[in-house]
C-alpha cells in the first residue's frame, strides 16, 4: 500500500508544479507588464544588488508590481513603509486618520515637532518618497472603508479595534483574489502579528535557501535505488525531499527530469524511492540537484483564528507559556480601548486593575483552551506601558512585518502561520518603577518615559556610546538612537566612525542616504540625517578605520570614558578586534550581523557573558587549488580562477612593472637574492609587458586578448588534456577523469559567438587602459567592425609539449624548469629586461586595474564573467549571467532592509539593560533569526568560562597586574610564586622571551619594558604607565594554565 | 583546551619540544619557517626543505599557511610557489590539529603517498602515472639538487639574523623523530 499511496504523492506533487510553472508564467508577464508600464524600465540592478541577492529577479518583479496600504503611522507604520519603500513596491499607501503629537517623536523618524497638529500620514509621504522615486507614496486620509482595499495586494494595520480588522479581513479573505492581510501592534515592551493571506497561498520558495546538489558516483539497480556520491563535500538532503538527475551515463532513464523522492538520507549517499531494476547500468557521471516542490498554505480568516489560534510562532522558550497569554492580553487591551476610547495611563492601578479583569473575564469563557494561572505582574506591565510605540519594538515588528508584505506579494519564504507575540520585558529596569518617574514631562521622549520612567531617560540622555560602522546596521542603529534620545544631552556623547563612503548599491537599504550622497563620507551624512531626527543628538563623525593603527585616535582615555559599544560592522576581523578592546577596558559590547533573511545578536557584558571572539563559526570553504587550477567542476570554482586571472594580469604584472621602472636596480637586484621560480616568473612577467605583448595601439590589445583567450581555452586544454588523456588511469588503476572531475573540451574561438567577442573586447579595453592606449568607441559593442578586427589576428597553432623528457625548443626548455637553474635563468631575463628597458619612451609606466565590482560601466565584471563562462564551457558547466557572476565572484552579501532594521530593535531593547545597569546574565538575550522561515531563537547570553588554579580563579574579563619596572626573570619569579611556570612571554605577536631559545636567556635580566621596546618595537606613550604581555605556563603537573593578559606597570 | 591567544606559543613550543629546528624571523610569531626532513624510506629520504608557516589572526580556527620554500617534484605541490594541496591542511582542517600534526604526520604522509589524481604539479603526476621509474629518478634528481642542507642553510644568514647553532645541534635527534612518526 504505501509505496503506492507514494507515487500518488508524488504525481500530484508534480502536476502541482507544472500548474504552478503555468501560473507562475501568466503572473510574471502580467506583473512585469505592470512594473513596465509603472516605471518604464527594468529593475534598478545597481541600487538593489544586495537585495537580488537575496530574492533573485523572478522574486522582485512581482514585488515590483505591488502596491500596499499601510494603515497607521505611529512608529511601527514608518517603520514598515520605510522598509517596502526601500524594497521597491510599485505603490505604498498610508492611511492615517489622526494627527501628529509629540507622543509619536519617540518612534516615528519621519516627524519633527513643526509636524505636530499635521494629520499623522500626510506628515510622512514626501519623507518617504525621497527614500525611492520609482515608488508611489500617497497618503489617504479620513475613514477607511472595504472598498479602498480592493486595488491592494497586501494591506497593513497596526493601529486598528478588532471588530474592524475582522470585518477587513473577512472581505480580503474572500476577495478574488485574495488581499493579503496584516495586522501587527507594538504596545510598549508587547508585540504581536498576525497575517492571512487567503484561503489559498502559494509559497514558490520556501526557505531562500539554493537547491542542494550532489555529484553523483553511482547508482544501483534495486528498489529502492542507492545513490551513491563523491566525498568531496557532505550531501545536505533530508528525507523526503525531491531531486532530479542530469548527465547520468549509463542509466539514462534518470535524466527524464522527474522528480524523485530522498530516503536515508546519509552523509555521502542516499536512496531513492524508484525502481532501477530494469534501467540501463550505470557507467559514469551524473548530477543531482534538489528540487523545491511549492506548498499551499490554507489561512485562516481573523475570526476563526482569534478562536483557534493553533499553534504560536515560538520566540523565547524560557517564555513558553507566554503567548496563549499575550494573545488574551492584547484581547484585553482592545476592550478596554473600545469601552473607554482611551489607553491605560502609565502606572494607573485602577487602569491596569480593568485589563486584568477583562482579561480574566475573556479567559472564562475559553473553555478548554483556558489558562490556569493569569500572570498579573506580566499584565501589569503590559496595560501601564500600552500607550507607548517604542522605538525598538518598532523597528523590530517593522522588520517583521516588512517581510511578511514581501512574502505576500512575491511567494518567496515561508509566511508567518499566522500569530506571533513577543515581548521584552527584562528591559525595564531592575527597581520597580514609581507612578510619578512614569509623568509624561511634555517632551519628545514621553512615550519612552511612560515605560522606563525618567530616571532611565536621563541616563540615555547622558551617554557616552560608541558606535563602529554606519553602513546598513549603522544608519537604523542612529535612527533608534535618534529617537531613544541617547546621547542627546549636553553630557551625551556619541561617536560613530566608518572609513567608507557612500555608493549607489548602499541606497535601497542604508536609508539615510540619498543618491546626491554618493561618494561622499558614511559616517559624516548618516549623523547629519540623525540629527535632522533628533536635533539634539551629540554625535561626533570620524572616517577611521577601526583598527590597531588608529590606537592614537580610540586611546585610553576614549575608551575609558564609554558606557557601551555598539557593533554596526560587516566583518570578522574589525569584529574581533572591537571585542578585544571593550574586554580590554570592560565596555559593554552589543553586536549584531545580517546576512539575507537572517540576523543574529549576541551581547558581550563584562563579566556577566563571554565575549565575542570565544566562539566562532568555521571559516569560509575554499576550494581546494587543484580544482581551481585545472579541475573545475562548478561555476563558483570557475569564477574564483577569473578573479585570480584578473587580478594576475590587470592589477598585479602592471603593478610589477611600475615597481621595476621606478627602482630597476633595487628591483634587479631583489629578483638576483630571491633567485627562485616565483621571481623568475615575475620578471618573465614583467619582460613580456614590456616587450613581446606591449600593446602601443588598440589594435594591439586586441592581439593581446585573442591570443589571452586561445591560450587559456584552447591550448591549456589541449596541453592539460595531452598530460591526462581522457582514458587515463591513476596508478590504482581508475580513471584519471572521474567524478568530480570533468573533462575539459577546448573552445574553437568564433567572432561571431557574442559572448566570446564581447568578452575579448572587454578584455582588450582593459588591456588598454593598463597602456594608458585610447579606446576605440566600436570596441565598446559587438558588432561587424570589432569582429574584422578580432578575425585580423594570426594566432599560430599549437603544439602539446612533449611531457617533460623532450625538450626541443628554446621555449620549451624556459618553461622545463626541472633541468634548469633558476639563478641562470635570472640572470638571462636581467640582461633582457635591462635591453628592452633602454627602449622604452621616457616616463613610461602601466595603470594596474583595481577589481571595482560595483561599476556597471567599467567593463570588469564583463571581464571576470568571460573568463569564468569560457572556462565553464570548457568543462561543460553551466554558464551564469553577469548579475550572478557578480554576486559570486564580487562576493556579495546578500542583505535587505527588513533582517537589518530587526537586528537594530533586538540590539536597542538590550542597550536600555547594558545602560540601566545593575541587570543579571538572565535578563540579557541573544537572537538568532531567520525572517525567511521564519524562525527566532532567542536565549540568555553564555557566561564566562572559568579558569581555576590552586586558590585563584578568572575569567577572560580578568586581568593580573604586577608593579614595578621589573625584569622577564622578576616576571618569571613573580607566575612562579603562583604555582605556574611560564615558558612563553610574548607582546603583540612577537616573542619577548621562549625557553626554548637559548639566546633569549641573556634578555632574562633586562626590564620587560626594555626587551618589549627593542624585540616588538612596542614604545608605551607617556599617558600610559603599563605594558601588557601575553604568558603562557604549565603548572607544576606540566598542563597548560590560560592565565589572564599580565599587565606590567613599570612607571 | 586553551585560548587562542596562545595557541601560537603552544604549538611553537611543542614543535620545538619536538626537536624540529624553527627559524624565526626577528622573533615574530605569524610567519616562521620549519626545516622539514624527507620521510625515512620514501623516496624523499635524504632531503630537506625549509617549510614556510604563516599562522593567520584566525589561527587555529583558519589552517595555517604551508609553503615549500626550496625546490620539490611532487605531485600535490606546486612547482613555482611550492604551495600544498592536502585537503586536512585546506578544506577539512580542524583547530584540533596543530603544528606537530602537520610535520609529523601529514607532511609526511603527503610525500609517502602522493594523490596523482588531484596533481598540483600535473606533469609530475602525469609522470608519475606512466613511467614511475622515471618520476622516482627524477624526485631524487630534485632532491640532490635542491633539497641538501646546504641548500637551506646560506639564506639563514640573510632571513635570520640572531639563530642560535645550539637549535641546529637538536635537529639529528628531530630527524629520529619525524621518521618514528612518518608511517602510523
Avoid at chain 1, 588608529?550 to 559599544?565: G, I, R, S
Avoid at chain 1, 635591453?835 to 621616457?842: A, F, G, I, M, Q
Wanted: charge should be negative.
Amino acid at each position: 500500500m504505501l509505496p503506492r499511496k507514494r507515487e500518488i504523492v508524488a504525481g500530484e506533487v508534480e502536476d502541482l508544479q507544472k500548474k504552478t510553472r503555468a501560473g507562475e508564467g501568466e503572473a510574471t508577464r502580467e506583473e512585469g507588464d505592470a512594473a513596465m508600464a509603472g516605471r518604464g524600465n527594468e529593475i534598478d540592478e545597481d541600487l538593489h544588488s544586495r537585495q537580488l541577492a537575496v530574492y533573485g529577479r523572478e522574486t522582485m518583479k512581482p514585488l515590483f508590481g505591488s502596491n500596499v496600504l499601510v494603515s497607521g503611522l505611529q512608529g511601527l507604520g514608518a517603520e514598515i513603509a520605510k522598509n517596502l519603500v526601500l524594497a521597491g513596491v510599485k505603490s505604498v499607501t498610508l492611511h492615517d486618520d489622526g494627527n501628529v503629537e509629540l507622543w509619536d517623536l519617540s518612534s516615528n523618524f519621519f516627524l519633527s515637532e513643526n509636524d505636530v497638529g499635521q494629520n499623522r500620514a500626510q506628515a510622512c509621504v514626501q519623507k518617504l518618497q525621497e527614500l525611492n522615486n520609482a515608488v508611489l507614496v500617497s497618503a489617504l486620509t479620513g475613514d477607511l472603508t472595504k472598498e479602498h482595499l480592493s486595488k491592494f495586494q497586501a494591506v497593513v494595520f497596526t493601529d486598528i479595534s478588532l471588530d474592524k480588522a475582522i470585518e477587513f479581513d473577512d472581505y480580503c479573505h474572500s476577495h478574488q483574489p485574495p488581499i493579503a492581510f496584516i495586522k501587527s501592534e507594538v504596545r510598549g515592551l508587547f508585540g504581536s502579528v498576525f497575517c492571512d493571506f487567503g484561503p489559498e497561498f502559494t509559497v514558490l520558495d520556501v526557505d531562500g535557501e539554493e537547491p542542494h546538489t550532489g555529484i553523483v558516483a553511482s547508482i544501483s539497480n534495486d528498489n529502492p535505488a542507492l545513490v551513491s556520491c563523491v566525498d568531496d563535500e557532505r550531501l545536505e538532503f533530508q528525507d523526503g525531499d525531491l531531486v532530479v538527475f542530469s548527465e547520468v551515463h549509463g542509466m539514462t532513464e534518470l535524466n527524464d527530469g522527474k522528480p524523485r523522492k530522498v530516503k536515508n538520507a546519509r552523509p555521502y549517499s542516499f536512496f531513492l524511492e524508484e525502481d532501477t531494476s530494469s534501467f540501463g547500468a550505470y557507467v559514469r557521471g551524473g548530477i543531482v540537484t534538489q528540487v523545491k516542490p511549492p506548498k499551499v498554505i490554507k489561512f485562516k480568516p481573523l475570526k476563526e483564528a482569534m478562536s483557534e489560534p493553533g499553534e504560536f510562532l515560538m520566540s523565547d522558550f524560557s517564555k513558553f507559556e507566554r503567548p496563549p497569554l499575550l494573545h488574551l492580553a492584547f484581547q484585553a487591551l482592545d476592550k478596554f480601548r473600545t469601552e473607554l476610547s482611551r489607553f491605560p495611563v502609565a502606572g494607573s492601578t485602577d487602569d491596569v486593575q480593568r485589563v486584568i479583569e477583562y482579561a480574566i473575564s475573556i479567559n472564562d469563557t475559553l473553555g478548554d483552551r483556558k489558562l490556569e494561572e493569569i500572570d498579573k505582574k506580566l499584565l501589569h506591565h503590559f496595560a501601564s506601558g500600552s500607550r507607548a510605540v517604542l522605538n525598538p519594538m518598532a523597528a523590530m515588528f517593522g522588520g517583521i512585518v516588512g517581510q511578511e508584505v514581501v512574502k505576500a506579494c512575491s511567494g518567496k519564504f515561508h509566511p508567518l502561520y499566522q500569530f506571533f507575540y513577543f515581548d521584552s520585558v527584562e528591559s525595564l529596569p531592575v527597581d520597580p518603577l514609581e507612578p510619578g518617574d512614569l509623568k509624561p514631562k511634555n517632551s519628545r521622549y514621553d512615550a519612552q518615559i511612560s515605560v522606563f520612567g525618567s530616571t532611565l531617560q536621563n541616563k540615555l540622555e547622558e551617554a557616552k556610546i560608541f558606535m563602529v560602522g554606519s553602513g546598513a546596521l549603522g544608519c537604523e542603529f542612529l535612527k533608534n538612537l535618534a529617537l531613544m534620545g541617547i546621547s542627546c544631552s549636553q553630557n551625551g556623547n556619541l561617536t560613530v566612525t566608518d572609513d567608507d563612503v557612500i555608493e549607489k548599491s548602499n541606497l535601497s537599504r542604508q536609508f539615510l542616504f540619498r543618491d546626491w550622497n554618493i561618494g561622499q563620507p558614511k559616517s559624516t551624512v548618516a549623523a547629519t540625517a540623525a540629527m535632522v531626527i533628533n536635533p539634539k543628538l551629540h554625535v561626533e563623525a570620524l572616517q577611521n578605520r577601526a583598527s590597531p593603527e588608529t590606537e592614537n585616535v580610540f586611546n585610553d582615555a576614549f575608551w575609558e570614558n564609554l558606557d557601551a559599544v555598539v557593533n554596526a560592522l560587516d566583518n570578522v576581523t574589525a569584529r574581533m578586534y572591537i571585542d578585544s578592546r571593550c574586554v580590554y577596558f570592560q565596555k559593554p559590547l552589543l553586536e549584531s550581523g545580517t546576512l539575507g533573511a537572517k540576523c543574529n545578536t549576541q551581547m558581550v557584558i563584562p563579566h556577566l557573558t563571554e565575549n565575542y571572539g570565544a566562539s566562532r563559526d568555521p571559516p569560509e570553504k575554499q576550494a581546494p587549488m587543484c580544482t581551481v587550477h585545472s579541475f573545475p567542476h562548478n561555476i563558483d570554482h570557475c569564477l574564483t580562477w577569473a578573479r585570480s586571472e584578473f587580478e594576475g594580469l590587470l592589477e598585479k604584472t602592471p603593478t610589477e612593472v611600475n615597481a621595476f621602472l621606478s627602482n630597476p636596480t633595487t628591483y634587479i637586484s631583489a629578483a638576483r637574492t630571491a633567485g627562485d621560480a616565483q621571481a623568475r616568473d615575475q620578471l618573465e612577467r614583467v619582460i613580456e609587458c614590456l616587450d613581446r605583448d606591449k600593446c602601443e595601439t588598440f589594435q594591439d590589445s586586441i592581439t593581446w586578448a585573442r591570443l589571452k583567450f586561445e591560450d587559456y581555452f584552447s591550448n591549456r586544454v589541449k596541453q592539460l588534456t595531452f598530460t591526462f588523456p581522457e582514458d587515463s588511469m591513476t596508478s590504482s588503476g581508475a580513471p584519471f577523469w572521474s567524478a568530480p572531475k570533468r573533462f575539459p573540451r577546448p573552445v574553437e574561438f568564433s567572432s561571431s559567438d557574442p559572448s566570446q567577442l564581447s568578452f575579448i573586447l572587454a578584455a582588450a579595453i582593459l588591456r588598454a587602459e593598463t597602456f594608458g592606449i585610447p579606446i576605440s568607441e566600436w570596441a565598446k559593442t559587438p558588432n561587424k567592425l570589432a569582429a574584422e578586427a578580432v578575425d585580423k589576428v594570426i594566432v599560430p597553432d599549437f603544439q602539446p609539449k612533449q611531457g617533460v623528457k623532450i625538450v626541443t625548443d628554446e621555449k620549451a626548455t624556459s618553461l622545463s624548469s626541472a633541468s634548469v637553474d633558476d639563478a641562470a635563468v635570472i640572470e638571462e631575463l636581467i640582461a633582457k629586461l635591462e635591453e628592452v628597458s633602454k627602449t622604452l619612451p621616457s616616463g613610461f609606466h602601466m595603470n594596474p586595474i583595481q577589481f571595482e565590482k560595483d561599476d556597471d560601466t567599467n567593463f570588469h565584471m564583463d571581464v571576470i564573467a568571460g573568463f569564468a563562462n569560457m572556462r565553464a564551457r570548457n568543462y561543460s558547466i553551466p554558464e551564469v549571467d553577469k548579475l550572478k557572476a557578480k554576486f559570486i565572484a564580487g562576493r556579495i552579501i546578500p542583505a535587505i532592509a527588513t533582517s537589518t532594521a530587526m537586528a537594530t530593535g533586538l540590539v536597542c531593547l538590550e542597550l536600555y539593560k547594558a545602560l540601566a545597569g545593575g541587570h543579571k546574565v538572565e535578563d540579557y538575550r541573544n537572537t538568532f533569526a531567520n525572517l525567511a522561515i521564519p524562525l527566532f531563537s532567542i536565549a540568555e547570553p553564555v557566561p564566562p568560562k572559568t579558569i581555576k588554579h590552586q586558590e585563584l580563579s578568572w575569567t577572560v574579563w580578568d586581568r593580573w597586574t604586577v608593579t614595578g619596572n621589573i625584569t622577564l626573570r622578576e616576571l618569571l619569579e613573580w607566575l612562579k610564586e603562583k604555582g605556574l611556570n611560564a615558558y612563553s612571554i610574548s607582546c603583540g605577536t612577537s616573542l619577548l622571551y621562549n625557553s626554548m631559545f637559548p639566546r633569549h636567556k641573556e634578555r632574562l635580566d633586562r626590564k620587560v619594558v626594555d626587551v618589549a621596546r627593542e624585540v616588538a618595537k612596542m614604545e608605551v606613550p607617556s599617558y600610559r604607565r603599563h605594558l601588557d604581555v601575553v604568558v603562557a605556563c604549565e603548572d607544576d603537573d606540566d598542563n597548560d594554565v590560560d592565565i589572564p593578559l599580565v599587565s606590567v606597570y613599570f612607571r | 583546551m586553551s585560548s587562542p591567544s596562545k595557541r601560537r606559543e603552544m604549538d611553537l613550543m611543542k614543535l620545538m619540544m619536538s626537536d624540529y629546528k624553527v627559524d624565526m624571523i626577528n622573533d615574530g610569531m605569524h610567519e616562521f619557517f620549519v626545516h622539514f626532513h624527507g620521510p625515512k624510506d620514501s623516496i624523499y629520504q635524504g632531503g630537506v626543505w625549509k617549510v614556510r608557516v604563516e599562522l593567520t589572526e584566525a589561527y587555529p580556527y583558519k589552517s595555517p599557511s604551508i609553503g615549500f620554500t626550496n625546490k620539490i617534484y611532487h605531485p600535490n605541490v606546486d612547482e613555482m610557489s611550492g604551495s600544498v594541496c592536502l585537503d586536512v591542511i585546506n578544506q577539512t582542517w580542524s583547530p584540533m590539529f596543530d603544528l606537530v600534526n602537520i610535520f609529523e604526520v601529514f607532511l609526511p604522509q603527503l610525500l609517502l603517498y602522493p594523490n596523482p589524481s588531484d596533481p598540483l604539479n600535473g606533469e609530475a603526476a602525469s609522470l608519475m602515472m606512466r613511467d614511475k621509474n622515471a618520476y622516482e629518478n627524477k624526485v631524487k634528481e630534485y632532491c640532490e639538487r635542491y633539497a641538501k642542507p646546504e641548500d637551506i642553510s646560506p639564506e639563514e644568514e640573510e632571513e635570520e639574523s640572531d639563530e642560535e647553532l645550539s637549535d641546529a645541534e637538536g635537529y639529528d635527534s628531530g630527524d629520529e623523530a619525524i621518521m618514528g612518526h612518518a608511517d602510523p
